[in-house]
């Protein structure tokens, strides 16, 4: 069985338990999907994602187990080094980091990197902090628009970001000076996979709001991937959400930038909608960046019933020729201590309407996803990673 179209869909930061090396991590006993669904008042209500099996993976409140699961599921394995969005996605299409990226949570930037920043962009630095977007904004956002100095934090993740009001700051100017902060960080001693421009709006701290602006400047991948492979054979490969920023560019024949993820979901919908020949790659960042990272539980599992709606509205629209693959790049348990990502197993969900559904073993790589996609396609296939078109 071959398909015409497949849809990749990251429920960024959805895991479904700790992995054997979780306790390297600080995250033994970790299980972000399980752990939100049993701290709800209510039974986590996502029928679509239940009938595909996805209770039949993972223990979780209201997703219950199916004698016949609709699609065919398991969980997989990080092969890589670490546990971040990079290294997540790379590693699906067929890349494997053995050396996490850098973090600079507890010291923030080096004071010689900020210290040529500065001279660079003509800018004073203030913040250089591992802070809440919005937070660091509403603190320092006055001071800036006063200044014109920079807001400059990072997060657990490996991240640069730089805040800059649109008024003061305007957008091309914020991106040259993220462009310039890219370069400074490709030093071995400070790299870091992204660095991100996060432009906002505002008059004052009670109304400061950030915009759909925002551009991720990301490492290019150490090497070649299916995506590519998938372009060079004349494939259309269209990246929804930050999927562009994450690949650099690299593979991508087709940008769909979405302000949230329901709009990513709605985009999915419509590129399917009006047809394509290839690859559709989704990536729905807010269930890790508004409620992973910020431990709400509660806001992290409305999310999912309302992502469910839509995915039942995809599933309608989906024909004999489509594939569809949900999976996510990591783990972020909203119940854990700290803000960072956690080292988990992620869901492998794959459905066609004429699939017959079942439970398949474990996968040892997240690369299982871009071999099955390769092998679909038959264009190049990964070094790493086992395709499970056998397994339909």
């Known amino acids: 069985m071959e398909f015409k179209r497949i849809i990749v869909i990251v429920m960024d930061s959805l895991g479904i338990g700790a992995l054997p090396d979780a306790k390297n991590y600080g995250d033994l006993g970790t299980n972000t999907l399980s752990h939100l669904a049993n701290v709800r008042p209510n039974s986590l209500n996502a029928p679509n994602l239940a009938s595909l099996g996805l209770g039949n993976i993972v223990n979780a409140k209201g997703l219950k187990p199916q004698i016949m699961p609709k699609g065919i599921v398991c969980k997989l394995k990080e092969m890589s080094v670490g546990k971040d969005t990079l290294t997540g996605h790379w590693e699906m299409m067929g890349i494997y980091v053995d050396k996490p990226f850098k973090t600079f949570t507890e010291t923030g930037f080096p004071k010689e990197l900020i210290k040529e920043l500065e001279k660079q962009t003509k800018h004073k630095i203030i913040g250089n902090i591992s802070a809440s977007g919005t937070e660091i904004i509403k603190d320092l956002g006055e001071k800036h628009m006063k200044t014109k ?3 400059v934090y990072t997060s657990a993740d490996s991240v640069l970001q730089i805040a800059a009001h649109e008024e003061i700051i305007p957008l091309n100017e914020l991106y040259d000076i993220c462009k310039i902060a890219r370069k400074l960080t490709l030093d071995p001693k400070y790299m870091v996979g992204r660095v991100i421009a996060r432009p906002f709006v505002g008059k004052n701290k009670n109304d400061f709001k950030r915009t759909a602006n925002r551009h991720d400047y990301a490492l290019k991948p150490f090497g070649k ?41 709605k985009q999915t919908i419509q590129v399917l909608e009006r047809g394509f020949n290839g690859l559709c790659f989704t990536n729905l960042v807010d269930f890790d960046a508004l409620y992973g990272h910020r431990r709400d ?20 629209t989906m024909s004999d020729e489509d594939l569809l693959i949900i999976t996510a790049d990591h783990g972020n348990d909203p119940t854990a201590q700290g803000t960072d990502h956690t080292r988990e197993y992620v869901p492998f969900i794959m459905y066609n309407k004429n699939l017959k559904g079942k439970i398949i073993p474990d996968g040892e790589t997240f690369a299982n996803i871009g071999a099955t996609i390769a092998d679909n396609f038959k264009v190049e296939k990964p070094k790493i990673g086992k395709s499970l078109m056998k397994s339909l």
């Open 297 to 316: 539980p509660i806001g992290y599992g409305d999310l999912i019933e309302a992502f469910d709606v839509e995915l039942g509205k995809l599933m309608k």
């Open 225 to 265: 991937t299916v995506l590519n492979s998938l372009k060079e054979k004349g494939y259309d490969v269209i990246g929804i959400g930050k999927i562009n920023d994450i690949f650099d560019g690299e593979g991508i024949t087709e940008v769909v930038k979405s302000k949230d993820s329901m709009m990513g979901m």
């Open 149 to 151: 100095d920079l807001i």
